[in-house]
């Protein structure tokens, strides 16, 4: 069983067009994460979703527009795509118990978005 | 400004070496700092955690220590084994900003047998 999964494992796509990262976890994790790592290989966290609330919001355009419809689910959404988008998107969770410190991350394999 | 330090630099090492990263940090306050190990095309995986107020962690052949007075991990990988290549990132906690991991650039091994 995988813990956390995100589809499709790659989307290559035309500058201009709309599409959607799809991130679930069988965890029972109360947060979900999206990062982006670059070709550089930095990992830069997005947004973070605490049940279903968002608590976490990075400088990243409003083209891109988180959706939880559940604390299993985490959605990215991105209009109107651009050539700085190709990147690989990382979905994560962790189980935070309530406290002021997250815990460990655990990753989903990473959507390989290439803009053309 | 707040920076995540780690060499870019491949390390290359003899198998059974042991192998040593750093991960440097400024203006930074990290409540903990944890380490992963990531593979070509895969997600990171979770190693280890230290807390500010320990020094050193270990984890079979897993070493971690944290200095927070040079604001500074080393993260050791005893008895290295080809198996061990792989990209290895360090994150710290950032108290000021909600609680989040801030990953440094990761610093890629390469073990020789």
């Known amino acids: 069983d995988t813990a956390v999964s995100q589809t499709p494992k790659y989307l290559v796509t035309q500058m201009g067009n709309d599409k959607s990262i799809k991130c679930e976890q069988n965890l029972g994790h109360d947060t979900m994460y999206w990062y982006k790592q670059d070709s550089k290989k930095f990992l830069k966290i997005m947004f973070s979703?605490?049940?279903?609330?968002?608590?976490i919001n990075e400088t990243v355009p409003n083209r891109f527009s988180p959706k939880s419809p559940d604390k299993a689910h985490l959605n990215l959404h991105i209009n109107s795509l651009e050539l700085g988008d190709s990147a690989v998107y990382f979905c994560?969770?962790?189980?935070?118990?309530?406290?002021?410190?997250?815990?460990?991350?655990?990753f989903g394999e990473g959507s390989r978005l290439t803009v053309l | 400004s707040q920076k995540i330090e780690q060499n870019s630099e491949a390390l290359n090492i003899q198998e059974g070496k042991t192998a040593t990263l750093t991960c440097n940090y400024t203006n930074y306050s990290p409540a903990y700092l944890q380490w992963y190990r990531q593979d070509p095309g895969r997600g990171p995986v979770f190693l280890l955690l230290i807390r500010e107020n320990e020094k050193e962690k270990r984890k079979e052949r897993l070493k971690v220590t944290f200095d927070t007075t040079l604001k500074q991990s080393l993260f050791h990988i005893t008895a290295s084994q080809p198996a061990d290549s792989a990209t290895y990132l360090c994150?710290?906690?950032?108290?000021?900003?909600?609680?989040?991991?801030?990953f440094g650039g990761g610093t890629r091994v390469l073990v020789k047998p």
């Open positions: 994150a710290l906690d950032r108290k000021a900003a909600g609680n989040k991991l801030t």
């Open positions: 994560a969770s962790s189980l935070d118990r309530g406290s002021v410190s997250p815990g460990e991350l655990f």
């Open positions: 979703y605490n049940n279903k609330e968002l608590i």
